[in-house]
């Protein structure tokens, strides 16, 4: 059985940073493609960032681009989703995504890609 259980997200003021973080049991990063989506209240979710560590590949939505750094700690089985001068936009309640095969590089930013997800942790971004 496949868990994805996030963790640190909460309360930032804009320009500061947090880290989430996503430990996975039942999957080994080394044959999966991670991801993190958003979804802002009332919004549609959309992508944030993905990684697929055993191919060297990753990818930003254009609007974390500079900001956010996703890495994988494969001996920790865990992916961090590294989030640097937040802005309101950014407030949404954070998921993790994890594929079930290594899914090709264009559909990475789509969440049909990902057969399991976590039940998300959320990030506000307030003064």
């Known amino acids: 059985q496949v868990q994805l259980v996030e963790s640190g997200g909460g309360l930032v003021q804009p320009g500061g940073s947090l880290r989430l973080s996503c430990a996975v049991s039942?999957?080994?990063?080394?044959?999966?493609?991670m991801s993190w989506f958003r979804q802002p209240t009332g919004k549609e979710r959309e992508f944030v960032a993905a990684?697929?560590?055993?191919?060297?590949?990753?990818i930003y939505a254009d609007s974390v681009k500079g900001r956010f750094t996703i890495s994988g700690d494969n001996a920790k089985n865990t992916v961090y989703l590294q989030m640097n001068s937040l802005k309101p936009e950014d407030t949404a309640v954070y998921y993790c995504?994890?594929?079930?095969?290594?899914?090709?590089?264009?559909?990475?930013?789509?969440?049909?890609?990902?057969?399991?997800w976590g039940q998300g942790t959320q990030v506000t971004v307030t003064s």
């Open positions: 039942g999957r080994t990063l080394r044959t999966a493609a």
């Open positions: 990684i697929r560590k055993s191919l060297g590949n990753i």
């Open positions: 995504a994890a594929s079930d095969g290594l899914p090709i590089v264009s559909s990475l930013p789509s969440a049909s890609a990902y057969k399991f």
